[in-house]
């Protein structure tokens, strides 16, 4: 967060660009934002756009049943051309978990798996999935009481999971079975192995923490990198933001820092702005571990919350803008899938914003090749989006039966997007094909499932 006391609100510039054109210019306001609720801000653009080429928006589509666990479907490539079945792992991120080059696997953590967590709702659960598999490895309970309705979650860079329940309350799940903690009173560990294979509260022993929160609505969760410790290959002093409300009160939603390893409450900050009723609906951290968050409104507070001094910073979104998802991308750029008006992108070293009008989605994010990866609203699909120069690529549009909603990458560089009725689907950046894992139960998941939001802000560790 750049020099300011607590409390600091700022109104910034913005461009509403259209991708399809070169804009040597951009400049003025926005215009009505639409949506439940509604803010405003102004002045005049002091941004250049060199944000060319037309949208190579090929609509791309796969066909195929949901029959079984795993299913292949293809699609065509943004040529035109048929892709076949998705190609094995994917190397380009680097370093993967697998294929290390030093006693830590060359990536901090030295992680070797990869894991999707997602939220099905309506069962008070959370699906720990293999992204190489596609087998599901564990489905947690996510309260005490089974009716939490979790819905984001977050990994971080030992690979385990926090999942935050709308109802309230936040719990910590182990990735590894042998992190977990053999203390319920049988002898060897007991812990989830599979869909079907679900343990009692207090049976379940890979279950880190759960922090009881009061409030009536909470949403984002999102985890601080930590410190890599190279002698033992793991990250010490990961902290997790959370924030809550209550969706009786007009004003004041409250963002807390929790020790990660046994949730221990550290701090907490109370910010002064509107609450409309859902309170504070996403989150994610840049690479100092400061905190952003949005409300589900248009023209939204955008919120930055300084992790060593908890001083805060507001800053008015354009109108039109009615955020959904948020994502931090490698230089730092705050984005948003709005699914009203358009899809935008903050640059807090600037502090302009970048719309594009006409484009809107929920779920983002970014991918080393290049693009951001947002599903699409009220198409049922993913959109890859230029991460420089805001040109649209390829579409891909997905045979949901509902809203396709969370988007994330694994450390294969697959791109995965949930649904809202039972699917997950791994796509192949390259060539356009997907597949689907489809035993999930209502999920509702759009913030960093697999950790790699986080990985891409902080860049290579250890």
């Not at 209550?246 to 939603?253: C, E, L, P, S």
């Not at 991460?387 to 809203?403: D, M, N, R, Y």
């Not at 969370?406 to 809202?420: A, E, K």
Request: proline letters at 5%.
């Amino acid at each position: 967060m750049g020099a300011g006391a607590a409390g600091m609100i700022r109104t910034t510039a913005w461009c509403g660009c259209a991708v399809a054109m070169v804009v040597t210019a951009c400049g003025g306001g926005g215009g009505s934002g639409s949506g439940d609720g509604s803010a405003s801000a102004e002045g005049s653009a002091s941004l250049t756009s060199s944000a060319e080429g037309t949208a190579g928006s090929s609509d791309t589509s796969g066909s195929g049943g949901h029959s079984g666990t795993t299913t292949t479907a293809t699609s065509a490539d943004s040529s035109g051309g048929s892709s076949g079945e998705t190609e094995g792992p994917k190397f380009d991120l680097g370093i993967q978990p697998d294929v290390g080059t030093g006693e830590c696997n060359g990536k901090g953590g030295g992680l070797d798996f990869s894991y999707i967590w997602i939220a099905n709702t309506a069962q008070g659960t959370i699906t720990k999935l293999d992204t190489q598999t596609m087998v599901e490895a564990g489905r947690y309970i996510t309260r005490p009481d089974s009716a939490g309705s979790p819905s984001r979650t977050s990994v971080n860079l030992s690979g385990d999971v926090a999942v935050g329940n709308r109802n309230g309350g936040v719990t910590k799940v182990y990735a590894r079975p042998e992190d977990c903690v053999d203390g319920n009173g049988t002898p060897g560990l007991q812990t989830s192995t599979g869909k079907d294979d679900i343990l009692a509260w207090g049976e379940e022993e890979c279950v880190a923490w759960y922090v009881p929160m009061a409030y009536t609505t909470q949403r984002p969760v999102a985890w601080t990198a930590g410190t890599f410790d190279e002698d033992t290959c793991s990250y010490h002093d990961q902290k997790l933001w959370i924030s809550g409300a209550m969706n009786t009160d007009a004003m004041n939603i409250d963002v807390v820092l929790i020790n990660g390893d046994d949730g221990a409450i550290e701090n907490m900050v109370t910010v002064p702005i509107a609450v409309n009723f859902y309170g504070a609906y996403g989150g994610a951290v840049d690479a100092e571990g400061d905190f952003w968050f949005m409300t589900y409104t248009s023209g939204s507070p955008l919120v930055e919350v300084d992790l060593d001094t908890l001083d805060y910073e507001i800053t008015m979104m354009p109108a039109e803008v009615h955020p959904y998802g948020i994502t931090v991308d490698h230089a730092g750029r705050v984005w948003f899938g709005a699914d009203i008006g358009a899809t935008a992108r903050y640059d807090p070293a600037t502090t302009t914003w970048m719309t594009i009008p006409g484009t809107t989605g929920l779920g983002i994010q970014e991918h080393p090749d290049g693009y951001m990866w947002m599903g699409t609203f009220p198409t049922t699909g993913i959109q890859a989006i230029d991460v420089e120069t805001l040109a649209l690529g390829p579409f891909i549009a997905l045979p949901s039966p509902s809203q396709t909603k969370g988007v994330s990458i694994d450390f294969y560089g697959y791109v995965w997007l949930v649904d809202m009725t039972q699917t997950a689907w791994r796509i192949d950046p390259d060539t356009l094909a997907f597949e689907s894992y489809d035993e999930l139960d209502s999920p509702y998941t759009y913030s960093d499932m697999t950790g790699w939001g986080l990985s891409n802000v902080v860049g290579p560790q250890g």
